[in-house]
């Protein structure tokens, strides 16, 4: 039994959607980057690109559809990571993390959490980040930076 690898024609599309914004976007991160020194620096360094990344939707198109995006699975996934990566993997990865910082609010969050935690990630602007951080239950330090971050992240989006 032979495997057919040949795209539909939408994801044929977004595989050259992907190859365009990785050849005129992601190509220009190694200059942004390449004489600094500290991974804070090539970090912030790389902020406009992936502001131009979120702005022509790649976060939203990788988004499950339930919760408001255009994601249809890994497959699309793939076809956008193996684009990106073959121009950089910096920008793309930041993109990437999205998603595992947003799955804990896909898998259990309520649909009133969505509506206000995921708006920023459907917004095609800005430059949206979401992280993940496991520990033990009931652990204090936990609850208080849970806490603040939620408060920040409140303020962050009201101020936006």
Known sequence: MTIDFTLDPARRALQLDARHA????????????????????????????????????????????????????????AIVAEEFHAVDCNVSLTLFANLLGLAPLFIAGTPEQHRRLLAPFLACEGAPLAALALGAQGAPALQELATALDARFARSVRTA
């Open 22 to 77: 990785a050849s005129e976007v992601l190509s220009q991160v190694r200059g942004a980057t390449r004489e600094l020194h500290t991974p804070g620096e090539r970090f912030r360094a790389t902020r406009p690109m992936y502001e131009e990344i979120i702005r022509r939707g790649f976060l939203r198109r990788l988004m499950p559809q339930p919760f408001g995006g255009e994601g249809t699975g890994m497959v699309d996934l």
